[in-house]
């Protein structure tokens, strides 16, 4: 039988707005030591905006924000939203759209073939981006996520794209912090943007550059190490590692795929949550010894 101070125990994380599954959850919750959180979303608010453009050869700013956003049409990425909203509303037309996962789009735009996405799409293309190297660099250590533009071949554009920290983010993590959680920030996004936003937010260990499928096996490193491991998210891409983790924490108002997956949900899309849920799993296995 499920002993009352474990019912108990979930009644209360209920009226602090932590959604436990069963007892077994929260008994697990009770013996973390690594909490893992995804990136865009869940530490930062998940609405992305353009805050500079840079151009090669002539082309104008306009022009590159009038094709990324044509291509952009086919996406419906955070990204992708952040450079329609910057481009405006009359777009020329767009053919052959392809999603690259984890990398970015392509399609063709006025007659010419477009590429848009991070570094590894336009290196696996073989296109050159030296000339955008050091705005590059210089834009992802101050935390923006360079988009990277090339027609018919050839590198034309970058874009920084600025995802802040929730608001209440940087206090959650210092919380959990001191309750002594090694916290590991999960993402595809570059590793020089992530480390800058994970020095902001207070994280001690970035894994970057995760292609969507890659989450779940970081999870099952981690456990390799010995960890007891939670995974906190919000999208649908987050399900797989969710579920791998030995605590899965759905960000409210996320995937309904997230929610269903998740051992725990958060009724308010909110970290505070996490460290609220943490520690009434402590006191209440604490109870129970
Ligand atoms: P995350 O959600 O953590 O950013 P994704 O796997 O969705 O991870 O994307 C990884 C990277 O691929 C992005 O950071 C971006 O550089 C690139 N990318 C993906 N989709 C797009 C898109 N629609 N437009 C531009 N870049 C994209
Ligand atoms: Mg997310």
């Known amino acids: 039988a499920t002993p009352m101070s ?18 077994d959850a929260l008994q697990r919750a009770s013996t973390l030591d690594t ?23 002539g082309m104008s700013e306009a022009e590159a924000l ?15 939203r952040a450079i329609l909203e910057k481009a405006g509303n009359a777009l020329p037309q767009m053919n052959n759209f392809r999603t690259l ?7 063709e735009v006025d007659n010419r073939t477009l590429l848009l996405g991070n570094q590894a799409l336009l290196a696996e293309n073989g296109i050159d981006t030296r000339a955008l190297d050091e705005q590059l660099q210089t834009w992802a250590s101050q935390g923006a996520t360079p988009v990277l533009l090339a027609v018919d071949g050839q590198a034309a554009a970058l874009f920084a794209i600025r995802d802040p920290l929730r608001a209440d983010s940087v206090a959650a993590l210092q919380r959990l912090h ?36 890659g989450k779940a096996d970081a999870i099952i490193k981690l456990q390799g190490q010995g ?19 030995d ?28 460290a609220d849920a943490l520690a009434i799993s402590k006191a209440t296995l604490r109870n129970m010894k």
């Not at 899965?248 to 899309?269: F, K, N, Y």
């Open 247 to 274: 605590v899965g924490i759905a960000m409210g108002g996320g995937s309904d795929v997230a929610i269903e997956t998740a051992a725990i949900t958060l009724m308010r899309h909110s970290l505070t949550g996490v």
């Open 178 to 213: 001191r309750e002594g959680y090694r916290l590991v920030m999960l993402t595809g996004d570059n590793a020089t943007t992530a480390q800058a936003i994970a020095r902001e937010a207070g994280i001690d260990e970035v894994i970057a550059g995760v292609l969507p499928d």
């Open 35 to 57: 909490l893992v959180f995804d990136k865009t979303g869940t530490l930062t608010e998940g609405k992305p905006q353009v805050v500079a453009v840079h151009t090669l050869g």
């Open 66 to 80: 009038s094709l990324a956003g044509a291509l952009e049409q086919g996406s419906s990425h955070p990204l992708a």
């Open 6 to 23: 474990i019912i108990s125990g979930v009644g209360r994380a209920a009226e602090s707005g932590v959604l436990v599954r069963d007892a």
């Open 101 to 107: 996962r984890g990398l970015g789009v392509s399609g």
């Open 227 to 245: 960890r007891r491991v939670a995974m906190i998210g919000d999208g649908i891409n987050d399900a797989p590692a969710l579920a791998q983790a």
